[in-house]
């Protein structure tokens, strides 16, 4: 049973524009979440992670929004630039992944 | 460059076969976890270790076993090897035994023909 659900397999975006990045989970009891990001022929690096006392992390033009009464997390990416395209995983607790979401930010 | 080494990148072997995957930590990580990323699946967890003794157990199949050994590096073994068992197995370490943030090596790719 997939605890971590990313819906949207793909996205493609404009540079320049806003990435949205979506994630949802089950476990209520969840208290920790991070993103992280995958090139092809390399393993995932840790990106922006959140706790649940806080509803939103900032690092640069990263940005994760967590709202635990909908059990749902999004990873926004402004400007959105080339060099984000890749495969992002949503973790819980750093042992739940998601499927992944691959972003294509195009020129 | 995440300081985890996994051996081999690659492998290809024959069902009902046994292997071994090598994991590295970077230096100063205690906890050592074992991913399998199947096609188009995330990654499953399927096991932790933390100085030499086992964590936390996921969806580990009883054909598959692992272990830290003192100098901190880690072995999954993967036996009876069958065709769903292809898929790419990342190492991850961190520092402490709930480290959340992980670093993960480049994978290798089990084929099984």
């Known amino acids: 049973d997939q605890q971590v659900k990313q819906n949207s397999p793909s996205l493609s975006v404009q540079e320049g524009r806003i990435s949205i990045l979506n994630c949802d989970y089950t476990?209520?009891?969840?208290?920790?979440f991070l993103w992280y990001k995958k090139y092809p022929a390399e393993g995932p690096t840790f990106l922006i992670s959140i706790s649940s006392i806080k509803d939103k992390n900032e690092d640069g033009r990263f940005t994760v929004f967590l709202n635990k009464s909908a059990k749902h997390l999004s990873l926004h990416i402004v400007p959105s630039q080339p060099g984000d395209s890749a495969v992002y995983f949503c973790a819980a607790k750093g042992l739940f992944f998601g499927t992944g979401t691959r972003l294509t930010v195009i020129p | 460059d995440s300081g985890v080494t996994q051996t081999p990148k690659h492998l290809i072997t024959a069902t009902g076969q046994r292997v071994t995957l090598r994991c590295s930590p970077r230096?100063?990580?205690?906890?050592v976890y074992w991913y399998q990323q199947s096609l188009d699946q995330g990654l499953q967890f399927l096991i932790q270790y933390y100085n030499g003794e086992e964590r936390a157990k996921g969806n580990i199949l009883e054909r598959f076993s692992a272990q830290q050994f003192p100098d901190l590096h880690s072995e999954l073994n993967l036996s009876s090897l069958e065709l769903g068992d292809s898929a790419l197995y990342f190492c991850a370490s961190s520092v402490g035994a709930t480290g959340y943030e992980q670093y993960f090596g480049p994978g290798t790719r089990l084929t099984v023909t």
């Open positions: 230096s100063g990580d205690l906890s």
């Open positions: 476990n209520s009891m969840f208290d920790y």
